[in-house]
């Protein structure tokens, strides 16, 4: 499968899960748990629980105790029996568990979980060749039940993320999967052991940005002091030797761009080769100049990078394994738009994000409408800041952009000759604004809908030279396509009313036309 470039936001999320270890505890393995069945010569009934037992668990593993309602409630609905043990002792899915919560910080997650070090040595001790299972007992009791609890923690820690209000200011608005972490727990225990090794989301993207943070966990300790280009100097180029083109180079092989330093200080082949690999990965320029965009870059810290990193894993986890299948992914920070057909890459193009001041925002939907020669529905914020203050300039305004004002009611256009748009400076204007279809709408010939809260769509666009430039980001929120056309063409090409001939003449029409796709596109 084509590799997708890592994406990296902005925002770095933080994660906290309280952990308290007792110093009595023994030292946690180095090795991954394995549970192995010796012959069985007596079997037991699957031990219960009460609630007495189950409330003095709590009271002596207090760091726990904001799982205690769940976790009550979860073995009152099973009548109180042990599920991490069968008739012959503790199950196989308790060792995979464990190993699972012993490689969180692979996954990005902090890994301290409270008494880990406690559930290992029990494990150690039931799973052993020496103890004799006999059914529930003390040790077996606190084992069922610090797993469930862990269970339980490691589920909110992964699963949560971050709270609503905190998710809204990072315009982060994909909706998150649904989890009953009771149920979760139960088919894990049925699907056998083998299901808490891909309990974590299986998109590429996500193993991606673990990949890379594979990396960057290899040099966070490093030092990492601010590279700057002399005042009089554009950008380093090849054939440039200095102190400062062996600490790019030093730094480009750190971070994996730059396999071998052939000649330490001089700007070589080798080291363009690698500044243009980093500028790629990077969204920037790829010249293979180092100029200040590239030192920008260089002087992020592993450690900031890293946080970026794990903020994007947990995102992913969040959405689990919903992104599998065919679907169309929006990769803001890389200006790009993938066409992913059964989890492979089909095709991709360049797109053109929100600016700084009106930034796209980040929700998932399904794409179930193609509106060709569309009208542009200028948005009131547009009207007041933008239109209005044009329109006490210049009466021309709407004419010559082919506008038109209209009732809200009733959709009907109004004759607006005359008027003193001055009056709606500061106050609201009761009206719409609508550009009509043609060569300079600002939706160009097509946009694709997905109705949302948000009023985000993609679209043409007529001002195509900006999709040469690196940085796009220059809309009011939607999202510009640079080959409309053959999303148009793509989405529609199970339907045979809709051939190219169609298609392309229907982009030139003077009034809108609606498709509604038979099946939407997530």
């Not at 200080?265 to 690698?274: K, S, W, Y």
């Amino acid at each position: 499968m084509p590799r997708f470039q890592s994406v990296v936001f902005t925002a770095v999320c933080s994660f906290l899960l309280a952990a308290c270890q007792e110093e009595s505890e023994a030292p946690r393995p180095e090795a991954p748990i394995a549970v192995t069945a010796d012959t069985i010569i007596a079997t037991f009934p699957v031990p219960t629980l009460d609630t007495s037992e189950i409330n003095a668990f709590f009271e002596t593993h207090a760091t726990l105790l904001p799982f205690a309602g769940a976790v009550a409630d979860y073995y009152a609905a099973g009548d109180g029996k042990y599920v991490w043990f069968n008739t012959t002792g503790v199950k196989e899915q308790a060792g995979f568990f464990l190993n699972l919560l012993r490689n969180l910080s692979t996954e990005g997650i902090d890994d301290t979980l409270a008494y880990s070090r406690r559930s290992d040595s029990l494990l150690q001790i039931i799973a052993g060749a020496g103890y004799s299972y006999s059914g529930g007992d003390a040790q077996t009791a606190e084992l069922e039940l610090l797993l469930t609890s862990q269970f339980f923690a490691y589920s909110d820690r992964v699963y949560s993320g971050l709270n609503e209000n905190t998710s809204r200011s990072l315009a982060w608005y994909i909706r998150r999967k649904h989890l009953t972490l009771s149920e979760l727990l139960d088919t894990l225990l049925e699907q056998g052991p083998e299901a808490f090794v891909s309990v974590l989301p299986l998109h590429p993207q996500y193993h991606l940005l673990k990949e890379a943070s594979s990396q960057l966990l290899r040099i966070q300790d490093a030092e990492w002091p601010v590279l700057s280009l002399p005042e009089d100097v554009r950008y380093l180029q090849a054939g440039d030797s200095s102190e400062l083109v062996a600490a790019v180079q030093y730094r480009l092989h750190l971070l994996g761009d730059q396999d071998s330093i052939v000649q330490l200080g001089v700007f070589d082949t080798v080291t363009a080769l690698a500044v243009r690999h980093f500028q790629q990965r990077h969204g920037l320029s790829v010249d293979g100049h180092a100029g200040p965009f590239l030192f920008r870059e260089l002087n992020i810290s592993p450690a900031t990078r890293l946080q970026q990193l794990y903020a994007n894993m947990e995102r992913y986890r969040w959405l689990g394994n919903s992104m599998q299948g065919s679907y169309l992914l929006a990769n803001i920070p890389e200006f790009k738009l993938y066409v992913i057909e059964e989890d492979t890459l089909a095709w991709d193009m360049n797109i053109i994000v929100g600016k700084a001041s009106t930034g796209t925002i980040i929700f998932n939907d399904e794409l179930e409408q193609v509106v060709f020669s569309p009208y542009w529905i200028v948005p009131s914020s547009i009207i007041r800041n933008e239109i209005i203050p044009a329109m006490i300039k210049d009466k021309s305004y709407l004419q010559r952009n082919n506008m038109e004002v209209y009732h809200l009611q009733n959709r009907q256009t109004i004759a607006h000759a005359g008027w003193d748009w001055s009056q709606w400076a500061k106050s609201g204007f009761p009206y719409g604004i609508r550009q009509r279809p043609g060569a300079g709408n600002a939706l160009g010939r097509v946009k694709f809908l997905f109705p949302n809260q948000y009023y985000i769509y993609f679209h043409d666009t007529p001002t195509r030279d900006l999709f040469s430039r690196t940085q796009r980001t220059f809309s009011h929120g939607c999202i510009r396509l640079s080959e409309p056309a053959r999303l148009a063409k793509y989405l529609l090409r199970n339907d045979s009313t809709w051939n190219r001939a169609a298609i392309d003449s229907a982009m030139y029409l003077q009034q809108s036309t609606y498709v509604q796709l038979s099946t939407p596109v997530p």
